[in-house]
C-alpha cells in the first residue's frame, strides 16, 4: 500500500479558504482514484471529493462550487482547495487511494469509503463563524 503524509492542521474564519495536501509515498499506480474524505465526531466518514489518475475530478453535492481537488503528478500529492468555508464544514479530512488495473477518460472515481483502502492520518480543519 501507498503511504499518505497529510498537511497539518489548520483554521480560518467562515467565508474564507484554505488548502489541505496530501502527499503519497510514490506513485500509486498507473491507474487510480484519490479522494478526500471528512468526519466528524459521531458520524460517519463523508465523501467530499474524488480524482482519477485521467483528471476526472467528482464532487459531494455539499461542495460543489466550493471546493476543487487536483494533484500534481510530478509530487505525487493530492489538493484539496476550499473556499468559501463554512462552520458546518469544520471536520477531520482524509485523503485517499485506492490503485485499479484500468480507469476509463471520463470516469468519475466513486466517493465512498470503503471503496480505498490506502488512507492518510487525518487533517483537523477548523471553521469559526
Known amino acids: 500500500q501507498v503511504l499518505l503524509a497529510q498537511s497539518a492542521q489548520d483554521s480560518v474564519q467562515a467565508g474564507g479558504s484554505l488548502r489541505v495536501s496530501c502527499a503519497a509515498s510514490r506513485k500509486t499506480a498507473n491507474y487510480y482514484c484519490m479522494g478526500w474524505f471528512r468526519q466528524t465526531p459521531g458520524k460517519e466518514r463523508e465523501g467530499v471529493a474524488s480524482?482519477?489518475?485521467?483528471?476526472?475530478?467528482n464532487y459531494a453535492d455539499s461542495v460543489k462550487g466550493r471546493f476543487t481537488v487536483s494533484q500534481d503528478n510530478d509530487k505525487n500529492t493530492l489538493y484539496l482547495q476550499m473556499n468559501s468555508l463554512k462552520p458546518e464544514d469544520t471536520a477531520m479530512y482524509y485523503c485517499?487511494?485506492?490503485?485499479?488495473?484500468?480507469?476509463?477518460?471520463?470516469?468519475?472515481?466513486?466517493?465512498?469509503?470503503?471503496?480505498?483502502?490506502?488512507w492518510g492520518q487525518g487533517t483537523q480543519v477548523t471553521v469559526s463563524s
Open positions: 485517499a487511494a485506492e490503485p485499479f488495473a484500468y480507469v476509463p477518460a471520463d470516469y468519475a472515481c466513486q466517493i465512498k469509503a470503503l471503496n480505498y483502502n490506502s
Open positions: 480524482i482519477s489518475s485521467r483528471g476526472t475530478a
